[in-house]
């Protein structure tokens, strides 16, 4: 984040408070993203028995069915793929503007169509909607749908929001740029300085020190947050920041400009190097 961007508690404009919020969102983000390749392998099986129970009917536990084997083979093979199954939906939850499918029949960044159909599922206060209907689709595109509700399904026997706060308390990371931005020279009052800025520093203080914050996935502790500053401090110099500021960043380390020859390294060196032309 940039420290820019907010301001002291009481003027119009973000609080620092916010920092541990979109913290939170990014947490719950990489949470829901980790779990959901966790059970992904186990959905695709839910998946595979829900479409042979449509199209052989439900097996019998116990007994051998040639018969659905058989059909679990052309599925994986992609020869059932323009097969049409009715597929049991959440009302209103599929129509070609949720899907966004093209002409051709593929859907067109499923991710965020998905997400969006998943918001469909919930009704008022987020408790699951009881209107379901059917939809008659290909299995190519039934085996998107149904991956993600059952996806969706498994997900609900995890307490993402107590991960997500776990994982921001224990292993969470703040980087505050243009920190040198909310700092005042102690010789002369820069004219670029916010009014509140030297407030912004003060509401940082207990942040950094170690809080509790509300947010909505629940109170989030900050003592164990790694906090990183940075800044240019081409007008102003470190200790013109707030001495108790400086106390809570106790370890400074000072970056030399890059070369021409840092640059060159840099983008023929990674391997993971990004190039624009």
Do not use: W
């Not at 009917?57 to 049409?84: A, C, N, T, V, W």
């Not at 308390?169 to 670029?192: H, P």
Request: aromatic content about 6%.
């Amino acid at each position: 984040m940039e420290a820019t961007k907010f301001t002291e508690v009481g003027y119009h404009g973000r609080d620092v408070d916010q920092i541990i919020r979109d913290l939170m969102d990014a947490s719950m983000a990489l949470t829901r993203k980790r779990q959901t390749e966790k059970f992904r392998d186990q959905a695709k099986e839910l998946v595979e028995e829900r479409i042979l129970d449509l199209l052989t009917g439900k097996s019998i536990d116990g007994e051998p069915d040639r018969s659905r084997d058989s059909f679990r083979e052309m599925l994986r093979d992609g020869m059932l793929d323009s097969q049409m199954i009715d597929v049991e939906v959440p009302e209103g939850g599929q129509d070609k503007n949720v899907f966004a499918i093209g002409g051709d029949g593929s859907m067109n960044n499923p991710s965020a169509a998905m997400s969006e159909f998943l918001s469909k599922m919930s009704g008022p206060g987020g408790k699951k909607s009881g209107a379901m209907e059917k939809k008659r689709m290909p299995i190519s595109e039934g085996k998107e749908v149904i991956l993600e509700i059952e996806l969706d399904r498994l997900l609900e026997t995890v307490d993402l929001k107590r991960e997500a706060v776990a994982a921001v308390e224990e292993s969470g990371i703040v980087f505050i740029d243009e920190i040198d931005k909310i700092c005042s020279s102690r010789d002369y009052m820069s004219k670029s300085a916010d009014a509140s800025a030297e407030g912004v520093q003060r509401d940082l203080l207990p942040l950094i020190e170690g809080t509790t914050i509300n947010t909505k996935y629940g109170n989030v502790n900050t003592d164990y947050i790694l906090f990183i500053a940075s800044g240019a401090f081409h007008a102003v110099k470190p200790s013109d920041m707030l001495p108790e500021l400086q106390g809570r960043l106790p370890i400074r380390v000072e970056l030399n400009g890059l070369t021409e020859e840092d640059l060159f390294k840099i983008l023929t060196e990674p391997v993971a190097n990004v190039r624009f032309y």
